[in-house]
């Protein structure tokens, strides 16, 4: 079961994006028209609205949400360019004026840690990587991480933190995204090695990880959903 955080202003956007998900099978865990309303702690992906965020906040809210969990952002217009947007930490972005069915795909795109962007515009370039600063892995990443790297399972990893197996699945995800590793037994592998940013030894400094691209480390992929026909939203 996927849980959502939708945030839009437009009242009759956010009923139409609700009935989607649910139709999709997806539980809606909070429908929000303000930003104010807090992000939902249960959420394994939060869609955000643009248009329902201050202009010159709107990078600083999604990179904050982008700490707690997966961010799809539904564009407006007008709005930043699409870079700046996926360089506050937004996994996808799409036009809100695309199809329900191209909305949830893409949101199921960037719940499984693949980068989704509009046609006709380009991921920004990886950071390069260094010793001194990794990906922003929230606390309870960090603890999930940590059990990873010492080879629990998931399920030992639930009994420890004293949380559900579901919940262990979301925050894999969500550090699968943020590290940009494609699958489980990857991210095993490379915590048993200590080769995870943000897996701190005992002296307190992170480990290395090779940049993306190099051998050993694999690279995101990009998807871009196909644009559809018909919109199943009333826009604002």
């Known amino acids: 079961m996927i849980r959502i955080d939708a945030l839009s202003s437009c009242p009759i956007y956010l009923?139409?994006?609700v009935q989607i998900l649910h139709k999709e099978g997806m539980t809606v865990v909070s429908a929000r028209t303000t930003p104010d309303e807090k992000l939902s702690w249960l959420?394994?992906?939060?869609?955000?609205?643009?248009?329902?965020?201050?202009?010159?906040e709107s990078l600083e809210y999604i990179a904050e949400t982008a700490r707690t969990t997966t961010v799809l952002v539904l564009l407006g217009d007008p709005c930043l360019p699409v870079?700046?947007?996926?360089r506050a930490g937004t996994t996808?972005?799409?036009?809100k004026r695309e199809t329900g069915e191209n909305v949830i795909a893409a949101l199921r795109a960037v719940i499984a840690g693949t980068k989704v962007i509009p046609d006709g515009h380009l991921a920004p370039?990886?950071?390069?990587?260094?010793e001194a600063e990794g990906p922003n892995l929230s606390e309870r990443e960090e603890q999930v991480l940590r059990q990873i790297s010492h080879g629990l399972t998931h399920g030992q990893i639930a009994t420890r933190l004293r949380i559900s197996p579901h919940t262990v699945d979301t925050y894999v995800k969500r550090i699968r995204a943020k590290l940009g590793v494609g699958n489980k037994a990857e991210l095993t592998r490379l915590a048993l090695l200590g080769r995870l940013p943000g897996l701190r030894h005992r002296s307190g400094q992170p480990s290395h990880l090779p940049c993306h691209g190099h051998a050993g480390t694999p690279t995101e992929t990009t998807a871009r959903p196909p644009r559809g026909k018909e919109n199943a939203e009333t826009r604002c």
Request: glycine fraction near 6%; charge should be negative.
């Open 83 to 86: 870079e700046e947007y996926l």
């Open 125 to 130: 370039p990886p950071a390069e990587c260094s």
């Open 92 to 95: 996808g972005v799409i036009d």
């Open 43 to 56: 959420a394994d992906a939060a869609v955000l609205d643009v248009d329902s965020l201050p202009r010159l």
């Open 15 to 17: 009923v139409g994006l």
